[in-house]
């Protein structure tokens, strides 16, 4: 039987482009090579994923009363996520990705709809009764909601994304919070393992800290002062690294909440992302656990193990 969390953040309708590189070359008209139209969005895809994980999943997130909220709504009943955390606004979240071949993305999520909403706390509250982790992305709505998770005891896991300062005012309220902190390596001041040194020190409540380093696969930084290095699989080649955070995130999740293993779970989802991000349009093809299991029986992860607190 899975874990039961709630996830907190953004369903979107996202439109994934073929271009030829970046920078993007002008031109008055350009015919892509490929185009998909699918779900997107933080919360729905890391809520996507944990379901399909076998997770018992509540997902908290906006959905407008228009053309775009009406797609939306019926991708997350599809995926048996449309409860009663998902409240109606009056505009849904859309996305844009750009996608070269190598599989390099660039995104443009339009978040100022759904960020202008007050997300119900009470909804939220509801959610959090017997859950064992909440998932709270840093998108605007959600920052409200952060105290409630905290004083009804929840364990807490964030990804900050693109962050590249400890010292950003943004993103304060969620890392003051987190147990779990996860972060992109592609804006970061300095190396990953000091950078989750600098992040385990600045912040004593965090229990753990990763970053996803891309081609170089994964690490992750214990509060025990154990550094976990996977390098990175990738079983169908790269198309599309669109998905590629939020599939690490929450596969690791998924993996540490059942195993209570963080090496372990480490191990699981850069399979689990690496596998994804070999598909086209990522965002719509899913494993269950068995078949993440077999997958990684399949391709091992070379995990090598070191300290953040301890000089090299």
């Known amino acids: 039987m899975g874990s039961r969390i709630v996830v907190a953040g953004v369903a979107s309708l996202a ?115 017997g859950a064992d982790l909440a998932i709270l992305t840093n998108t605007d709505f959600v920052r409200a909601l952060l105290p409630a998770a905290v004083l009804r005891g929840v364990p807490i896991a964030v990804d900050v994304n693109v962050i590249a300062d400890i010292n950003e005012v943004y993103y304060a309220p969620w890392l003051d919070v987190a147990d779990i902190i996860f972060s992109s390596h592609e804006r970061l001041p300095c190396p990953a393992p000091e950078w989750i040194a600098r992040v385990l020190t600045r912040y004593p409540g965090a229990a753990m800290a990763a970053v996803g380093c891309g081609a170089r696969g994964s690490i992750l930084g214990l509060r025990d002062g154990r550094l976990v290095t996977a390098a990175a699989v990738a079983p169908l080649g790269v198309r599309n690294t669109s998905s590629a955070g939020d599939s690490l995130f929450a596969a690791f999740l998924h993996s540490w909440m059942a195993s209570g293993n963080p090496v372990e779970a480490l191990g699981d989802a850069v399979v689990f992302a690496g596998w994804r991000i070999g598909h086209r349009q990522p965002t719509s093809v899913l494993l269950n656990e068995s078949e993440l299991a077999q997958l990684r029986s399949r391709h091992p992860v070379r995990i090598s193990l070191g300290w953040w607190d301890q000089p090299s």
């Not at 076998?54 to 775009?68: F, P, R, S, Y």
């Not at 998902?86 to 999520?109: I, K, N």
């Open 15 to 129: 439109v994934h482009l073929a271009v030829d590189g970046f920078p993007v070359r002008y031109a008055p008209v350009s015919t892509p090579a490929w185009l998909d139209t699918g779900p997107g969005g933080a919360g729905a895809q890391i809520a996507t994923i944990l379901k399909g994980l076998g997770d018992e999943v509540d997902l908290c997130t906006v959905v407008g009363a228009d053309a775009a909220g009406a797609i939306v709504r019926e991708q997350l009943r599809a995926a048996e996520l449309d409860g009663p955390g998902v409240v109606e606004g009056p505009a849904s979240s859309q996305t844009v990705v750009l996608v070269a071949p190598d599989g390099q993305r660039m995104v443009y999520p339009h978040l100022a709809v759904v960020n202008a909403v007050r997300y119900p706390e009470s909804r939220f509250v509801q959610a959090l009764s």
